[in-house]
C-alpha cells in the first residue's frame, strides 16, 4: 500500500507539473502573440508618423525661408534709416517693405500624432527617447509660435496704423507713398528695432523645432523595419 500510495503520490506531483509546464507554455506563447501583435501595430504607427513629420518638416522649412527672407529685409531697412540714404529705386522700397511683413505660424499637421495619443497607443512605441519626445511636441510647437504671433499681433496694432502715416493724399481717392516720412519717421525705426529682435528670436526657435523634428524622423528610422 505506501509502494502503491508513493506511486500515486509521484504520479500525481509529475501530472501537476505537467499541467503547470503546460499553462506556462501556453502563457508564454500568449505573451509572444500579443508582443508580436503590438510591435506589428507599432510598426504602422511609426510609419504613419514618419509621413506626417515628414510634411510637416516641408512645411516648416518653407516658414523659415520666408522668416528669413523677411529679415533680411528688416536689416536692409534698418540699414536705410541708419545711414539716412535714399533707396535708389522706387520699387526696391516697396519689395522691402513688402518682404520685412512676411510673417506665418507654423500650422503642423498633427492628426496621426494626436490620435496615438488619445487613444493610448503612444505606449506602444518601445523607444522611451522618441516616445518622449512625441509626447512634448506639441508644447514645443506652441512655444516655437510664440514668436510669429506677437509679431502678427504688434503688426497689427502698430505697424499697419502707423504705414497709413506715409501717404500723401493727391486728390480724391488717391494717395502716394511719401518714402522721405517713412526713412526720417523714429516710430518706423522702433517698429523695426522690435521686428528685427522678434524675428530673430522666432527663427532660433524655429530652427530648434526643425532639429527637433529631424531628430524624430532619425529615431523613427532606426526603430522601422525594413
Known amino acids: 500500500m505506501e509502494n502503491k500510495t508513493g506511486k500515486y503520490f509521484k504520479y500525481a506531483i509529475g501530472e501537476i507539473v505537467l499541467v503547470m509546464i503546460g499553462i506556462l507554455l501556453a502563457l508564454q506563447v500568449n505573451n509572444w ?3 508580436r501583435k503590438i510591435r506589428n501595430i507599432e ?3 511609426l510609419r504613419d508618423l514618419r509621413t506626417e513629420i515628414q510634411s510637416n518638416i516641408v512645411a516648416l522649412d518653407e516658414i523659415i525661408k520666408s522668416h528669413s527672407s523677411s529679415l533680411d529685409a528688416i536689416i536692409t531697412l534698418d540699414s536705410v534709416i541708419t ?3 535714399q533707396v535708389n529705386r522706387p520699387l526696391e522700397l516697396g519689395r ?6 512676411y510673417n506665418s505660424t507654423f500650422d503642423p499637421r498633427t492628426g496621426i500624432l494626436n490620435s496615438i495619443i488619445n487613444s493610448g497607443k503612444l505606449d506602444y512605441i518601445s523607444n522611451r527617447e522618441l516616445r518622449y519626445t512625441l509626447s512634448s511636441l506639441n508644447d ?3 512655444d516655437t ?3 510669429a504671433d506677437e509679431f502678427s499681433k504688434v503688426r497689427s496694432q502698430f505697424y499697419w496704423p502707423l504705414l497709413g502715416q506715409f501717404y500723401d493724399r493727391q486728390t480724391v481717392g488717391r494717395f502716394k507713398f511719401n518714402r ?3 526713412i526720417n519717421s523714429s516710430e518706423f525705426n522702433w517698429w523695426l528695432l522690435l521686428a528685427k529682435i522678434n524675428r530673430k528670436e522666432g527663427l532660433v526657435e524655429e ?3 526643425l532639429k527637433t523634428l529631424k531628430e524624430i524622423i532619425e529615431l523613427i528610422d532606426s526603430e522601422i523595419k525594413t
Open 33 to 35: 502573440n500579443d508582443n
Open 145 to 147: 509660435n510664440e514668436s
Open 83 to 85: 545711414n539716412l540714404r
Open 207 to 209: 530652427n530648434d523645432l
Open 96 to 101: 522691402l517693405l513688402g518682404a520685412h511683413d
Open 140 to 142: 514645443i510647437v506652441l
Open 180 to 182: 522721405e516720412k517713412i
Open 43 to 45: 510598426q504602422l504607427l
